[in-house]
């Protein structure tokens, strides 16, 4: 009999264990967007547990942000989730700025995370600005005709190419580097 009691108490030691690890593994996926994290791990790119519970928690959009952190480092664009999250807080549009980050660097163009968002939060589109500096745009005008006194007749048209300096639009400034 004392055997007995010995093998219940063990038993229910086990299943007091058993019931703090499934209190102790709900609160964990409560908290933590688990798919996101799993997403990260499997990506190579890992963002901590309590990282994502922490942005979680300061109501910002989780996947949003993971996922264009992710997108960024596998293009080799070296960023910080603060910085991301940062920008975020303050109004700014992740999606354009990383993705213009991403083909800025695909074309050998210079630009920083800095200098994106700054133009960003100056409500400029920096990712149609990057594409008109890869695809600048050309303007013809319509021909216009004049005649002189003597009787010449000249026709004037005009091709304008249109290409965004971005350090100019950032304030940067390039000179005396």
Partial sequence: SISMIG??????V??????????????????????????SIISGVYIGA???????????????IANYYINAKKAGIDISLDKLERHYVAGGN????????????????????DNAATMDLANEDVLNLVKTNINPTIINTNPIHAVALDGIEVILSARVTLKADLNKLSGVSNDGI
């Fill in 94 to 113: 992740i999606v354009k700025v990383v993705d213009s980050l991403i083909i800025a660097a695909g074309s050998g163009i210079e630009l920083s995370f």
């Fill in 7 to 12: 093998a219940s108490a063990t038993l229910y």
């Fill in 50 to 64: 309590f990282r994502l519970a922490g942005m979680k928690m300061r109501k910002v959009d989780v996947a949003l």
């Fill in 14 to 39: 086990w299943l007091g264990i058993l019931a703090v690890l499934i209190v102790l593994i709900s609160v964990f996926i409560g908290v933590v967007p688990v798919g996101i994290w799993l997403k």
